[in-house]
Each structure stands twice: as structure tokens, then as C-alpha cells.
């Protein structure tokens, strides 16, 4: 099923016009139209049932450009992840060069105040308050009042150097606030531009993952009884072996033992391999990353050797699939589109790694 790519929008800043997207990369491009038009020509060369003889070629062939699918689909989870977060760190940045700006803003209202301290202080000392020690005893009527004018004075001085050291640390403070706010903003609005590109990026990807979706899913509806079967029982299904427990992610995904695989589905009817990894530990109140390489990247690495149920096993170059193993040398997972979770023996596909969480 298409996946649908969010739609963000918004000013790039406080006050500045949208920015010039740069031209999307070419690269991708080109590989993306390869990519579609090699699965074009392999979904019109079959377009008939298979006989019993070319059974195991089928499968093999199918297989082969569901890896394919597969690997494009966890791509483009992984940009639609990249492109969200991205947006909430641009919108981080957009309330943090707010908040500076406020700051600055506040900062240069104290420096006005400040300085009108300053230039007060200033003018009190150039009406003729501030005179040398000699000249005050001499020009005083008395002792006490000669002690006076001296004490004013000195009071007049720290005064006036706590107003100059507040008058300097405002305008500090206003400077470095307004620095702040045009650096967030600056990288709000390159980190926009490129997320542009990574809509691009996305939107080739999900066209290159439509073509195949289509190859895969008229493949399947094109096999007879004895090669659909053959399909759904590529991997050897198990009936699971149950080690007793009672709780975490493992019954959740056991409990979904049947269900249909889907593109991009993280249930609660369809799944696909990530997904269904995705939905058992929200069951258990427990988030974990949406992609298959996030999430054999995330967790506590184990060996084969280690693995206890619930660990997350990953298979194949690039981490292309995932699934649950639930002991007993068995493993949960949703495979391919036309077969149903299933439990298959851990060491049926090529091994990538395992985490736990």
C-alpha cells in the first residue's frame, strides 16, 4: 500500500521569506528509474502460473525481488523517521531563537535603564559633587559635615562603577542573545533545505517501492495452489514451542501468529517484519525504533550464543528483516507479502545480529 509521506509546512523563520530549494541529487534518481524499469521487465516476463518443474526457480526468483522491496521499504521508514525528527529539531531551533530574541530584547531594555543610571551618576560628579579629598576638609563648615561629603562621595564612586559593570554585562548579554537567535535561525533554515531534498529523496524511493510492491503482489496472485503453497512454506514454518512465559513482547507477537503481511503495516491486523517488532513492545509499553536497521542498531547487542525470548534478531546484508526470537532455537516474524506470521527455525536466514531491549 502507498505510504504517505507527512506534510510539513511552515516559515523557514521568525521573519524570513522561504528559502531556494536546492536541485534534488541525481544519483538516486537514476538508480530509482533502473530500478523500475528492471522490475517492469521481470513482471511481464512471468505473467502465467508456474508448473511444478520451475516451482523452485519461481520462488527462488520472487525471493529475490522481495529482498529487494523489502530493503527499499525499510529505506524509505527510515527517511520518513529522519524527516519528522528533522522538522521537530527545526522547530526546537525556531522556540530556542524566540526565547533569545526575548532575551536580547530584555537585555536592551536594561541596558537603557542602566544607562540612564550611568549618565545621572555622570552628571551628578560634574556639578561639582565630586571634588578632591584637600578642597572637601577645607571648603567643610565643620568636621562632621567634611566626613559626610567624603562619605557621599565614595558611595557616589561604587555607585557609579556598579552601574557601569551592570551597563556592560546587559549590552554583553544583548549582544551574545541576538548572536544566538540568528545562528538558530540560520540552521533552522539550512536544516530546511535539506529536508526539502529529503522529500525528494523520499518521493523517489516510494515510486522505485511501488513498482515493486506491484511486481510482488501480481506475482502471488499469478501462483497456482502447489507454488502459493511452496511460497508461503519457503522458510520451513514451525509450530511454536512455548518456554512459558507469560509475559513481555513474545506473546504479543505470538498472539499475531497468522495475521496478513502489509507494506509499512505496524498492525493491529497487518505487519511487516519491523512492524511487527514495533507493535509487540508497545504491548508492553516499551517504544523501540520503526526500521529494521534502527532497530538492530538500538538495544543491548547479543550473540547467537545469549539470545533469550524477546531479543530482536536481525538477517541479511544491510539488516533488511527482522524478527522476535521466542526460544527454544524458534523465531516470530512477518516474512514476505502473501505469507502470514509465522514461527521458522532462527537459523533460517542469513544471520546479521541480535539486540535486546
Given at each position: 500500500m502507498p505510504i504517505v509521506?507527512?506534510?510539513?509546512?511552515?516559515?523557514?523563520?521568525?521573519?524570513?521569506?522561504?528559502l531556494r530549494l536546492h536541485p534534488a541529487p541525481t544519483h538516486r534518481l537514476r538508480r530509482t528509474t533502473a530500478a523500475i524499469l528492471g522490475a517492469v521487465m521481470l513482471t511481464t516476463a512471468i505473467t502465467a502460473p508456474a508448473h511444478a518443474e520451475d516451482i523452485d526457480t519461481?520462488?527462488?526468483?520472487?525471493?529475490?525481488?522481495?529482498?529487494?522491496a523489502t530493503a527499499t521499504s525499510e529505506e524509505v521508514k527510515q527517511l520518513q523517521t529522519e524527516i519528522e525528527d528533522g522538522y521537530g529539531r527545526i522547530d526546537g531551533l525556531r522556540a530556542d531563537a524566540e526565547a533569545a530574541q526575548q532575551r536580547a530584547q530584555a537585555a536592551r531594555s536594561a541596558e537603557?535603564?542602566?544607562?540612564?543610571?550611568?549618565?545621572?551618576?555622570?552628571?551628578?560628579?560634574?556639578?561639582?559633587?565630586?571634588?578632591?579629598?584637600?578642597?572637601?576638609?577645607i571648603a567643610a563648615a565643620t568636621p562632621q559635615n567634611a566626613i559626610d561629603r567624603a562619605a557621599y562621595l565614595a558611595t557616589l564612586t561604587r555607585n557609579t562603577e556598579r552601574a557601569v559593570e551592570k551597563?556592560?554585562?546587559?549590552?554583553?548579554?544583548?549582544?551574545?542573545?541576538?548572536?544566538?537567535a540568528a545562528r538558530m535561525l540560520a540552521e533552522a533554515a539550512f536544516q530546511q533545505s535539506?529536508?526539502?531534498?529529503?522529500?525528494?529523496?523520499?518521493?523517489?524511493?516510494?515510486?522505485?517501492?511501488?513498482?515493486?510492491?506491484?511486481?510482488i503482489e501480481e506475482r502471488v496472485s499469478a501462483l497456482d495452489a502447489e507454488a502459493r503453497a511452496a511460497w508461503?512454506?519457503?522458510?520451513?514454518?514451525?509450530e511454536p514451542i512455548m518456554s512459558g512465559a507469560d509475559s513481555g513482547a513474545v506473546p504479543a507477537a505470538l498472539g499475531k501468529l497468522g495475521s496478513p503481511y502489509g507494506w509499512g503495516a505496524a498492525g493491529p491486523d497487518q505487519f511487516d517484519c519491523s512492524g511487527l517488532m514495533l507493535w509487540a513492545y508497545q504491548q508492553q509499553g516499551k517504544?523501540?525504533?520503526?526500521?529494521s536497521q534502527a532497530q538492530l542498531a538500538g538495544g543491548t547487542q547479543v550473540s547467537r550464543a545469549d539470545l533469550q525470548p524477546g531479543d530482536i534478531v536481525g538477517y541479511y546484508p544491510g539488516v533488511t528483516h527482522v524478527g522476535m526470537y521466542i526460544g527454544n532455537g524458534q523465531l516470530v516474524h512477518a516474512s514476505d507479502y502473501g505469507i502470514p506470521v509465522q514461527v521458522v527455525s532462527v537459523d533460517s536466514m542469513p544471520w546479521a545480529g541480535a539486540v535486546r531491549y
Open positions: 509521506v507527512p506534510d510539513f509546512t511552515g516559515n523557514l523563520s521568525l521573519r524570513d521569506p522561504p519461481l520462488i527462488a526468483t520472487m525471493e529475490e525481488v522481495s529482498h529487494e537603557q535603564d542602566h544607562q540612564q543610571e550611568v549618565d545621572g551618576l555622570a552628571g551628578a560628579k560634574y556639578r561639582g559633587l565630586m571634588i578632591d579629598p584637600v578642597t572637601n576638609a551597563l556592560s554585562d546587559a549590552t554583553a548579554e544583548a549582544g551574545r542573545s541576538h548572536t544566538d535539506q529536508l526539502e531534498n529529503r522529500h525528494r529523496e523520499l518521493a523517489e524511493e516510494q515510486q522505485s517501492l511501488e513498482v515493486r510492491i506491484r511486481e508461503e512454506n519457503k522458510n520451513n514454518p514451525l517504544t523501540i525504533p520503526r526500521t
